[in-house]
């Protein structure tokens, strides 16, 4: 069934979807009245819809009783590094398949992307799209939050609310990723993922104080990408399974 985006889902019997959604669905996929399809909110609910029709440029949809989206599972922050666009598109893309709650582009001192204010937010606006279109795709009704992009310091001098605190480092003093998910009794957790070449002993060094635990991932040098979504999908199995 195809899936699409609708904001203000909750309570309506009938919905309007946006011109946007409504041109893809009559143009592209050639749907047309009584046609069934899927509608979430990105706030955790979803439903089932029947096309009624055109009204203007929008499309017309008459809305199932709604479901609203368990909270079983980790609520996972992904906070990661800024990348190149196109890595960094495969991490929101993935990262929300994964389950994460949160993502949050950090600019770090090793960081290779500057960009300017406008431009960087106009990267968000192009992350948050990449988030809903991926969670169409996987069937999740709530979209995982894209934030600004922010220095790392500012962010983790901002986070307090975590049961705990993963940080991945290429130092060897890192503890196994299992046996630092097993001192975490709660289930709000924090991944921090540095760029290529890691974190600086400074910035590593502070998010240990703010109760970060180091991890090695093993003996391979992996990239910021693909380390995210290791770790990502590493937790959500050791929740699953717990």
């Known amino acids: 069934m195809r899936r699409f985006y609708a904001p ?19 143009s592209v996929l050639r749907l047309k009245e009584g046609d069934v399809i899927g509608l979430f909110d990105g706030k955790g609910v979803s439903a089932t819809g029947i096309v009624l029709g055109r009204s203007g440029k929008r499309l017309r949809v008459a809305v199932t009783p709604v ?22 598109e495969l991490i929101i893309q993935k990262a929300c398949e994964l389950g994460a709650a949160a993502i949050a582009p950090l600019m770090t001192e090793r960081s290779i992307i500057r960009l300017s204010k406008d431009r960087w937010q106009a990267k968000t606006a192009k992350w ?16 995982p939050v894209v934030e600004e992009p922010r220095p790392f310091r500012d ?22 990723l299992h046996r630092a998910f097993s001192t975490i009794k709660g289930n709000r957790l924090l991944i921090l993922i540095g760029p290529e070449g890691d974190f600086t002993p400074d910035e590593a060094a502070l998010a240990v104080s703010k109760g970060a635990q180091s991890v090695t991932l093993g003996s391979l040098v992996m990239r910021s990408e693909t380390a995210a979504l290791y770790v990502l999908a590493a937790a959500q199995f050791y929740w699953q399974s717990r």
Do not use: W, Y
Not at 155 to 176: K, M, Q
């Open 8 to 26: 203000d889902l909750a309570g309506k019997d009938t919905i309007e979807l946006s011109p946007e959604e409504s041109r893809h669905a009559s």
């Open 67 to 88: 479901r609203e989206a368990g909270t079983a599972g980790p609520r996972i922050t992904l906070a990661v590094a800024a990348i190149r666009p196109e890595r960094m």
């Open 128 to 143: 948050r799209r990449t988030a809903l279109e991926s969670c169409k795709q996987c069937g999740r009704a709530e979209a």
């Open 155 to 176: 962010f983790i001098n901002d986070r307090i609310a975590f049961d705990g605190i993963i940080l991945p480092t290429l130092a060897r003093e890192g503890i196994p």
